[in-house]
């Protein structure tokens, strides 16, 4: 796709509010672009180099290439793989499968490190994302310390709805892409535990699910 292309691709990304159309415009020259199926594994390694990844359409998940636990999920208008800013090698140990058939652009990381060093929003913004999602993390270790395995299940997917989701009348439903796996895998748990607590969670009308959506009425969410 052309500079153009890539430019409308990237409006919307909260990240890039700052920058200006020249340098968004030299950023799209550099900038490389791929569609995704669903189900296909996204390689963070590019040319033997690290990347870092601009999600326009779809979902991913990253994944503990170590043992293949789900770590978090990305959404559209997000961005992955900038863990190789902060910690290389642990960066090596991640990897990403799309949930649904994605857009991704994606810059080697030495170039995104050239271009946040001298647009300081820029740094600010993706370290600001990867805070994020080490809060995330901290917030998981002391729900496991904190609250049984029922409420953690119970939590997450009254966050992921919220996140994900879209209002429709007095619903808020989003596509249900995990797997209980899945869902296990985020809240340290069992698929048997997590299939136990979405049955009883349909059974008092708080959730409804199918194979293709997860939804929760509005009013049980917190404004």
């Given amino acids: 796709m052309n500079t153009y292309t890539k430019y409308w691709f990237l409006e919307g990304f909260n990240l890039f509010n700052k920058l200006g159309r020249i340098t ?6 550099i900038l490389e672009m791929e ?11 590019k040319n033997n180099e690290k990347s870092i990844f601009f999600l326009k359409k779809g979902t991913i998940k990253i994944i503990d290439a170590l043992n293949n636990n789900v770590k978090y999920i990305v959404k ?18 991640e990897q990403a499968v799309a949930l649904e058939d994605c ?6 990381a030495d170039r995104m490190e050239n ?7 820029l740094k600010n913004g993706v370290l600001k994302v990867y805070g994020l999602r080490i809060k995330k993390l901290e917030r998981r270790l002391r729900d496991l310390l904190y609250k049984d395995s029922a409420l ?23 596509k249900n892409l995990l797997s209980h796996k899945d869902i296990a895998n985020l809240t340290n748990t069992s698929r ?30 917190p404004t």
């Fill in 24 to 29: 968004m415009m030299r950023m799209c020259e």
């Fill in 35 to 45: 569609n995704i199926n669903k189900g296909e594994t996204i390689q963070l390694l």
């Fill in 76 to 93: 559209k208008g997000n961005i992955f793989g900038e863990l190789s800013l902060y910690d290389k090698q642990a960066a090596l140990e």
């Fill in 103 to 108: 857009i991704i652009c994606y810059i080697e």
């Fill in 115 to 121: 271009i946040m060093e001298k647009h300081k929003s």
């Fill in 152 to 174: 953690r299940i119970e939590e997450f997917i009254k966050d992921y709805i919220q996140e994900f989701g879209e209002i429709e009348e007095n619903q808020i439903v989003a």
């Fill in 192 to 221: 048997q535990t997590v299939s136990n607590v979405m049955s009883c969670l349909r059974k008092d009308d708080i959730i409804s699910y199918n194979s293709q959506y997860i939804s929760i009425p509005k009013k049980l969410l």
